[in-house]
């Protein structure tokens, strides 16, 4: 078992910057395909930036550039940096390693 806990969300105006932090715990190693996903009202949950390690890292079009997802395996941490926010980026962010998800967290992004 994995469990997942994420962080860092919050309400920010357009242009503005947050870090997501994602903090595993369990039957985990240094080599998870983790990535991070997102929904908004409305809409599925689509893949944000994944990171398959050892693989090239991947980031949805409408975040390239915006948005780095990075890893500490020391802390067991993934994080989602996410610079140049705008209001298209609200949603419920989710972590995801391996198979396991964490419960979201809540990004706004004021106009």
């Known amino acids: 078992q994995v469990q997942l806990v994420e962080s860092g969300g919050g309400l920010v105006q357009t242009g503005g910057s947050l870090r997501l932090s994602c903090l595993a715990s369990?039957?985990?190693?240094?080599?998870?395909?983790v990535g991070w996903y997102r929904q908004a009202p409305g809409k599925q949950r689509e893949l944000v930036a994944r990171?398959?390690?050892?693989?090239?890292?991947i980031y949805a079009d409408s975040v390239k550039g915006r948005f780095t997802i990075s890893r500490d395996n020391a802390k067991n941490t993934m994080y989602l940096q996410m610079n140049s926010l705008k209001p298209e980026d609200t949603a419920v962010y989710y972590c995801r390693r391996r198979l396991y998800w964490g419960q979201g967290t809540q990004v706004t992004v004021s106009s």
């Open positions: 990171d398959p390690h050892g693989g090239s890292t």
């Open positions: 369990g039957n985990i190693s240094s080599g998870d395909d």
